[in-house]
């Protein structure tokens, strides 16, 4: 079955530390490769996503994504977090056989200010 | 501006009783998602609809009821027959077979009392 695992439920980091999320999917096919983040007391929004071209994606609010196919990854990354990156991430994938969102267990990032 | 709306944004529902979610779209996508999130389950797809008048029963089916009369309009109805209710609940939408990803609601937060 096809799905997505985040390897850490939570992360606890200080302001300026760098951050690395892991995501790892299991389809062997052509995916498209997303990364959504909740802030407290939001709705889900877009960070970066993944369709072809430049493995290494970058999306908003500093934040960036390397798909590298051979490990079936797609990570998360920021050099120096802030005190407002606090959030819950979530890694997902739509496989081409069904268009549909598959999704990880999610992060919760706290960061220490 | 384009969007998804979902009201209420609280509700509090007495064992025993129905209670419906609202969620209208002006985006005109296709397809309409309801999602389920609780604390470290990440979120799992209760129902969607990817045309009007039909509609297709997600991991966690059981419990909850949904129609989809107009294109707009995806409303999700959670039955007394649901064991757990008590949780955040997330509506999406996209263009079916577009694979570029969700926009979602702000969600409603149901509490049964």
């Known amino acids: 079955a096809q799905s997505v695992s985040q390897h850490n439920h939570h992360v606890i980091l200080s302001e300026a530390a760098s951050l690395e999320l892991g995501c790892n999917y299991s389809y062997g096919g052509t995916v498209n490769l997303f990364w959504y983040v909740q802030y407290p007391g939001q709705h889900l929004q877009l960070l970066l996503k993944?369709?072809?071209?430049d493995p290494l994606v970058k999306g908003i609010k500093g934040f960036e994504a390397e798909f590298i196919k051979s490990k079936f990854s797609f990570n998360l990354r920021k050099p120096s977090v802030q005190w407002s990156d606090t959030a819950e991430y979530f890694c997902?994938?739509?496989?081409?056989?069904?268009?549909?969102?598959?999704w990880g267990a999610g992060t919760k990032l706290i960061i220490k200010p | 501006d384009g969007g998804i709306t979902q009201s209420p944004k609280y509700l509090f529902r007495k064992e025993g009783q129905n209670v419906t979610l609202s969620c209208e779209q002006n985006l005109n996508h296709d397809a309409m998602y309801w999602y389920r999130q609780d604390p470290g389950q990440g979120l799992r797809l209760i129902y969607y609809s990817q045309i009007v008048n039909d509609f297709q029963k997600g991991d966690i089916a059981e419990g909850y009821s949904v129609s989809r009369e107009k294109k707009e309009s995806f409303p999700l109805t959670v039955t007394s027959a649901q064991k757990n209710p008590t949780a955040f609940y997330l509506c999406?939408?996209?263009?079916?077979?577009?694979?570029?990803?969700?926009?979602f609601g702000s969600g409603t937060r149901l509490t049964v009392v």
């Open positions: 993944y369709f072809s071209g």
């Open positions: 997902a994938v739509i496989p081409d056989s069904n268009y549909q969102l598959i």
């Open positions: 999406a939408s996209s263009m079916v077979r577009s694979g570029n990803g969700y926009t």
